[in-house]
């Protein structure tokens, strides 16, 4: 069974940080190329960081320079590193596979970012 923990959001003002995590198990994660996707109130679910099988690394324009993905095969999880935060940046996020198709979603952490 597949399943997908998201972990390490909370609620930080702006220009803090914070380490998110994403748990997975039932599947092969070191052959998965993952992303982390996010999803503020009344918006589509966007995806913000994605990494490789291999540790490729790219962003969305609105998060880089601030935000960094990495993965830990020995322990099948998913980070990512939030630094400069801005208000912008609430929403629910979710890891995932960086293309479709897609594991079940997970429930997600809730990252909320006052001014």
Request: with cysteine; proline share 3%.
């Amino acid at each position: 069974q597949v399943q997908m923990v998201e972990s390490g959001g909370g609620l930080v003002q702006a220009g803090g940080s914070l380490r998110l995590s994403c748990a997975t198990s039932g599947i092969i994660f070191s052959i998965n190329g993952m992303g982390w996707y996010r999803q503020a109130p009344g918006k589509q679910r966007e995806l913000v960081a994605s990494i490789t099988s291999g540790g490729s690394t790219d962003c969305a324009d609105s998060v880089k320079g601030r935000f960094t993905i990495s993965r830990d095969n020995a322990k099948n999880t998913l980070y990512l590193q939030m630094n400069s935060l801005k208000p912008e940046d609430t929403a629910v996020y979710y890891c995932n596979r960086r293309r479709p198709p897609y594991y079940g979603w997970g429930q997600g952490t809730q990252v909320t970012v006052s001014s």
